[in-house]
């Protein structure tokens, strides 16, 4: 289990998170909200990619506030980027092998989950020759090649087409109940926010609304009929 502990941060003398409070079990939990809600800012503190201002991240009720990215990694934390990173010189196939802790031979069995042909892509390099939806599958595909226990997918779906994403949510749920592990998801998307066992809608830094999706969805589905009516 993850639990934040009254977690604030603030950058340029402008507050991003105030009081977060949260837990994160062994299931898919979704976090949404508008844009500048902080989400990402979230996610990052979660994997130690940034350091709150205060408050604490713990871990199987260890602190890991102090934790590096590095550190976090090495006990079971992957991260996909919103915006994946690229890597001169290095070939698909050699990401999986490095990231595959079980040291499976069938790599390219994380490739299909994504919805890429490994006979295609295995021997094509991280860099400029990708495009950027095929970047983002081959960082998830990275991500569940690791079997860690936290993954944490910061807008999965930005860059892929919304046919390929929908098999791609089945994917998540496969893996996470293969794994039983915590998936977090950064997201907007209507399917992947409809597979959460729980939602978190974060607004101006703040948790506005948490619970299990059938708690949360109607208030969403009501927000959204709002904003449409108002012209936002």
């Not at 550190?71 to 990173?85: E, H, L, T």
């Not at 081959?138 to 991500?143: G, K, M, Q, R």
């Not at 915590?182 to 506005?208: C, P, R, T, Y």
Request: charged residues 25%.
């Amino acid at each position: 289990m993850i639990e934040l502990r009254n977690i604030c941060y603030e950058h340029d003398g402008k507050q991003i998170l105030k009081n977060i409070n949260l837990k994160f079990n062994n299931e898919i939990t979704v976090i949404t909200g508008p844009n500048g809600a902080g989400k990402s800012t979230l996610a990052k503190i979660i994997m130690g990619i940034i350091k709150p201002t205060s408050g604490s991240v713990l871990y199987n009720d260890q602190d890991i506030t102090d934790f590096s990215i590095t550190q976090r990694a090495k006990i079971g934390f992957s991260y996909s980027f919103q915006q994946p990173v690229k890597f001169k010189g290095l070939r698909v196939c050699d990401i999986l092998r490095i990231a595959n802790a079980k040291k499976d031979v069938a790599l390219s069995k994380y490739l299909k989950s994504v919805g890429l042909c490994s006979r295609e892509y295995m021997t094509r390099e991280l860099s400029g020759d990708l495009s950027g939806g095929e970047l983002k599958r081959v960082e998830i595909a990275t991500v569940l090649a690791r079997n860690t226990q936290v993954n944490i997918f910061d807008e999965p779906e930005a860059g892929i087409d919304l046919w390929s994403f929908g098999n791609l949510v089945e994917t998540f749920s496969k893996f996470q109940k293969e794994i039983n592990g915590i998936f977090i998801m950064i997201s907007h998307q209507e399917k992947m926010i409809n597979l959460a066992n729980k939602i978190v809608l974060l607004n101006a830094g703040q948790v506005e609304k948490l619970g299990k999706k059938e708690e949360i969805l109607p208030f969403l589905s009501n927000a959204n009929k709002s904003c449409k009516s108002c012209g936002v």
